[in-house]
C-alpha cells in the first residue's frame, strides 16, 4: 500500500526558479491538501480540494497554485520561488469522516 | 487569537509516567479533534481522534474533550523514551474539510 506519495523528497531552487512538487494517493479519497510546515511550528494549509475537480485557498495560499488533475493527483505549483517559500510540505488526503493521511513530505529549499 | 493553541513545551516526563498533553481552541462550533505524534524529520502520524464530549481510550493513549470549555486533552500512560516525539493537535471546525493545527508540543520520555 503505497497510500500518499509525493515527489520529489528533496529539492534547492534558486530565488524565481518555479516548482512543481507532485502528490498522488491510491485509497480513492475524494479530498486532498497541501500543508507547509515551518521549524517550530504546526502544519499550515496552504490549498486543499474537497473533490475532483474543486480547489479552495486555506491559510496561506499566496505565492502557490494548485491543479486537482484527477481523483488521484494533487499538484502544488511555486511560479517564482522565494527564500520565505523555504519550508517542508506536505500533502494529505481524506475520506468524508474520516483522518487525513499524510505524505513522506518534500524538503524545499530556496537560495 | 490562535485558532488552536499548544503548550510548545518541552514536556520532560520519566519513563513509565502519565504525559498529559493539552490543547484549546477558539471555535465552539468544531466538531472533530484528532492527535497526531510526529517524529523529527518524519511525516504526522494520527494517534487518535474523538467526536464526542468525554473519553476515548485506545492502548495507552486517552483523548479527552470538553466541547463546554473547548479543550482536548492526550493523555499517554506508561509513557516510553519512543513516545519522545512532537504532538500536534488538529481541530475541524465546521462542516469544511479543513484542519487547523496547533504548533505542537515537544514531549520528552527520560529512560
Known amino acids: 500500500n503505497a497510500g500518499v506519495t509525493q515527489t520529489p523528497k528533496f529539492q534547492v531552487l534558486k530565488t524565481g526558479q518555479s516548482m512543481t512538487l507532485q502528490c498522488a494517493q491510491d485509497?480513492?479519497?475524494?479530498?486532498m491538501y497541501w500543508y507547509r510546515q515551518d521549524p517550530g511550528m504546526g502544519l499550515r494549509l496552504i490549498y486543499y480540494?474537497?473533490?475532483?475537480?474543486?480547489?479552495d485557498k486555506g491559510e496561506v495560499p499566496n505565492g502557490y497554485n494548485v491543479s486537482r488533475l484527477n481523483k488521484r493527483e494533487f499538484s502544488l505549483r511555486l511560479e517564482s520561488a522565494a527564500p520565505s517559500q523555504t519550508s517542508v510540505y506536505f500533502c494529505?488526503?481524506?475520506?468524508?469522516?474520516?483522518?487525513?493521511?499524510f505524505g513522506d513530505g518534500t524538503r524545499l529549499s530556496i537560495l | 487569537q490562535k485558532e488552536v493553541e499548544q503548550n510548545s513545551g518541552p514536556l520532560s516526563v520519566p519513563e513509565g509516567a502519565i504525559a498529559s498533553l493539552n490543547c484549546t481552541y477558539s471555535?465552539?462550533?468544531?466538531?472533530?479533534f484528532f492527535w497526531y505524534r510526529q517524529y523529527s524529520g518524519k511525516s504526522p502520524e494520527l494517534i487518535m481522534f474523538?467526536?464526542?464530549?468525554g473519553d476515548k481510550e485506545d492502548g495507552r493513549f486517552t483523548a479527552q474533550l470538553n466541547k463546554a470549555s473547548q479543550y482536548v486533552s492526550l493523555l499517554i500512560r506508561d509513557s516510553q523514551p519512543s513516545d519522545s516525539a512532537t504532538y500536534l493537535c488538529?481541530?475541524?471546525?465546521?462542516?469544511?474539510?479543513?484542519?487547523?493545527f496547533g504548533s505542537g508540543t515537544r514531549l520528552l520520555v527520560r529512560p
Open positions: 480540494s474537497a473533490s475532483e475537480g474543486t480547489t
Open positions: 494529505a488526503s481524506r475520506q468524508a469522516n474520516q483522518p487525513q493521511h
Open positions: 488538529a481541530v475541524m471546525m465546521d462542516s469544511s474539510y479543513k484542519l487547523i
Open positions: 485509497m480513492n479519497h475524494n479530498s
Open positions: 471555535d465552539r462550533g468544531s466538531q472533530s
Open positions: 474523538i467526536y464526542s464530549n
